[in-house]
């Protein structure tokens, strides 16, 4: 090849070589972008008391023996135990007419009262409903069978999903959701829970407390 072949060669591969960094800088760009709006959209837990849970307020592990823990199984299913600071996690629709049906739920996921299996049982089920219109809010309740709990099933886990109703319905124009249009479901044992407040609600207080009857 002659000098002026080699210099043409050289000029092509710099060419392509250029070209092919700038590709790998947009798409690392395209995929940061995508990652960071991905983690502004994830929803946040949303604590039902935040000065403390009747029975805890910040005294240690004086309701439970154990701190929060977080496991995986072999499917990649989060399950949580040693829950302190009971919480809801709000799944809504887009704001728009054709989109939000103005209903919400609260999802109890199940587990024995020993342990809250939250994927398939809640942030799953919350997701389809929000696909559907549905606003969907996952409930972490206090478990009252697990090792070492003092906390009980009407004593505890009902106070919690007793708060988070009333929490979304003081919410509700927040939220663009029907006050009168708030249901609860749940699994195994977090459907135990859906059917005790289904009819073990109160109407609230005038002007002090909204109603906790789903």
Not at 90 to 96: F, K, N, Q, V
Not at 106 to 125: C, K
Not at 135 to 159: N, P
């Amino acid at each position: 090849m002659n000098f002026l072949g080699e210099m043409h060669e050289m000029g092509w591969l710099k060419l392509r070589t250029t070209n092919l960094i700038r590709s790998e800088v947009c798409l690392t760009a395209l995929l940061l972008a995508f990652c960071g709006a991905s983690a502004a959209a994830e929803p946040q837990a949303i604590l039902l008391w935040p000065n403390g849970a009747p029975g805890y307020e910040g005294k240690g592990s004086e309701g439970k023996a154990s701190e929060e823990a977080v496991r995986l199984n072999e499917y990649g299913e989060h399950i949580v135990s040693g829950i302190h600071h009971p919480s809801i996690t709000p799944y809504l629709p887009l704001a728009t007419k054709d989109k939000s049906t103005g209903a919400a739920v609260i999802v109890a996921p199940g587990g024995g009262h020993r342990e809250l299996w939250m994927d398939h049982e809640g942030y799953n089920v919350a997701k389809w409903l929000r696909d559907h219109g549905v606003a969907a809010f996952v409930l972490k309740y206090r478990l009252a069978r697990e090792s070492g709990s003092t906390y009980t099933v009407e004593g505890s886990a009902l106070s919690d999903i007793k708060r988070a109703i009333r929490l979304v319905r003081s919410r509700a124009s927040e939220w663009g959701l029907d006050p009168e249009r708030i249901g609860v479901m749940g699994f195994s044992a977090g459907g135990e829970l859906a059917a005790l407040a289904s009819s073990r609600y109160d109407t609230g207080v005038s002007n002090a407390a909204e109603s906790s009857r789903p």
